[in-house]
Nanobody, 125 residues
Framework: QVQLVESGGGLVQAGGSLRLSCAAS????????MGWFRQAPGKEREFVATINRSGGTTYYADSVNGRFTISRDNAKNTVYLQMNSLKPEDTAVYYC??????????????????WGQGTQVTVSS
């Protein structure tokens, strides 16, 4: 089992920045691929970013590419999402997720084994 706890959400004006953190406990963090997803009211949970076990490979949704950066610190059992140039359409609950196995399509939420409880990000215009 892996327990994930997100933090760092809040209210920010458009154009601002936030950094989300996701602290992991339980099984060996460095053995897990990590991802961030988000869910806006009335919408499906959608993929935001993913990072491989070493942190050397990252992948982003088109909607955030160039504005968001995912990173991890395996010594601290933590994955981060740096969000810059935030837009009102980025408003959502952001979830951290972990999986053990490599998958062909890591944008699918069903590929992930463990989820955090989410942190709210609200971007005002």
């Amino acid at each position: 089992q892996v327990q994930l706890v997100e933090s760092g959400g809040g209210l920010v004006q458009a154009g601002g920045s936030l950094r989300l953190s996701c602290a992991a406990s339980g099984r060996t963090f460095s053995n897990h691929y990590m991802g961030w997803f988000r869910q806006a009211p009335g919408k499906e949970r959608e993929f935001v970013a993913t990072i491989n076990r070493s942190g050397g490979t990252t992948y982003y949704a088109d909607s955030v590419n160039g504005r968001f950066t995912i990173s991890r610190d395996n010594a601290k059992n933590t994955v981060y999402l740096q969000m810059n140039s935030l837009k009102p359409e980025d408003t959502a609950v952001y979830y951290c997720a972990a999986r053990v196995s490599w998958v062909l399509d890591d944008r699918k939420k069903d590929a992930y084994d463990y989820w955090g409880q989410g942190t709210q990000v609200t971007v005002s215009s």
